[in-house]
């Protein structure tokens, strides 16, 4: 969707009927386009005197005056200083003990024999035992016709192997001799002592410079400063809608190109490119000093989008900026950088296209938006 009607009104082949509508223009031409402007205040200019500097006063020092002396100064007291001279050693040796020696014990186990040992598991027994009925027995009480019997059963043993103690453990000593180490030291031979000796005053002579009379001030008044100052003063209030008739190709949203170039990742225009917009847009401002222009530039796929987003804003930059070197008010002028964002043709990021088309994208253009 076109975002034109935000900015101003494109009226293109519309009838006298519509234009009378709205405070539309009343007698519009036919296939031509009007851009709503509003006439801005018209100032006049007045000289009004400003004080830049009131009056004040200045001080002049005059120097003091000096008289030259000579006095003669110490500068280091006589004193004493003391030399040391160091000790003088000898070297003896001592014999030191580094591990003292101690008994070393060997330890003799124990000898055993193997033996057994018989252990009486059970004890010799006997009891009455009683044998099974009779089968012809008749008596009905069947304990009648049984056998009783004594039976003794003998005792039960078991062998257990075990170990008589031949030869108790017991334990020898061996002397270990202690360890020696021959230790060098240095001792004194001949103590440290200190030598007195004597160090002489120094003095220098110095010049002083004796006040004779002192610094003072002289005064001067220095009178008021003024400067005459042009002001605008608004002479004619503005604010007034007015219908301006422009191309159709200047109000597109796509605006009219502008054949002007810049060197490769460059954003300063060339000689050539400053005398196009001289011969094109500069002419067009002064003529319709009503309008606002918006500078739109673009870049090709090439390259991040970041980058040619930021070098085609720094291109729209360069022109405003050229234009208001040439008077015509900022507040007229709005630059507006696409980038690679709105390719006259397929040549996007991956797609294979020549210099020449790739040129087709890297254009400046510029449309007429109301005021």
Same mark, same amino acid.
């Not at 001289?278 to 796929?301: A, F, G, W």
């Given at each position: ?192 002592? =200190? ?8 003095? @220098?002579?110095? *010049?002083?410079? +004796? &006040?004779?009379?002192?610094? $003072? #001030? ?22 007034? =809608? ?8 200047? @109000?597109?949203? *796509?605006?009219? +190109? &502008?054949?002007?170039?810049? $060197? #490769? ?107």
């Amino acid at each position: 969707m076109k975002k034109l009607f935000t900015l101003f009104i494109m009226l293109c082949g519309m009838t006298g009927i519509l234009f009378a509508q709205d405070g539309l223009p009343s007698n519009p031409t036919e296939s031509k386009c009007y851009v709503k402007c509003v006439t801005p205040d018209v100032y006049g200019d007045s000289t009004v005197q400003v004080l830049v500097r009131p009056e004040y006063r200045t001080l002049r020092t005059e120097a003091p005056k000096y008289k030259k002396v000579t006095k003669t100064i110490v500068i280091q007291e006589a004193s004493k200083r003391y030399e040391y001279v160091p000790a003088v050693y000898k070297t003896v040796y001592d014999t030191v003990i580094t591990e003292e020696g101690y008994n070393k014990i060997a330890i003799q186990e124990a000898k055993f024999s193997g033996s057994f040992k018989t252990v009486q598991l059970e004890p010799k027994t006997a009891r009455w035992e009683m044998g099974p009925p009779a089968p012809d027995c008749a008596s009905p009480n069947p304990m009648d016709c049984r056998v009783v019997c004594w039976k003794e059963y003998p005792a039960k043993f078991t062998q257990i192997p075990t170990q008589l103690l031949d030869k108790d453990s017991d334990i020898t000593k061996s002397r270990i001799k202690p360890k020696y180490k021959l230790v060098k030291r240095q001792i004194i031979d001949k103590p440290a002592t =200190t030598r007195e000796i004597a160090i002489p005053e120094k003095t @220098t002579v110095v *010049e002083r410079m +004796v &006040l004779v009379e002192d610094e $003072n #001030t002289v005064e001067t008044v220095v009178p008021a400063e003024y400067k005459d100052v042009t002001i605008q003063v608004l002479k004619e209030k503005g604010g007034l =809608t007015v219908w301006r008739e422009m191309e159709c190709d200047l @109000t597109t949203e *796509e605006g009219q +190109v &502008l054949p002007i170039f810049y $060197n #490769t990742g460059s954003a300063e225009l060339t000689a050539a490119s400053r005398k196009t917009i001289d011969d094109n847009l500069l002419e067009l401002m002064r003529r319709e000093p009503l309008i606002r222009v918006e500078i739109q530039s673009h870049t090709d796929s090439r390259g991040s989008a970041a980058s040619n987003q930021a070098l085609s804003q720094r291109r729209a930059q360069s022109v405003v900026n050229y234009l208001v070197s040439k008077g015509i008010a900022r507040t007229r002028l709005v630059a507006k950088g696409y980038g690679e964002t709105r390719l006259t043709n397929n040549c996007a990021d991956g797609v294979n296209c020549t210099d020449l088309q790739h040129s087709a994208n890297r254009r400046t253009s510029f449309r007429v938006i109301s005021q």
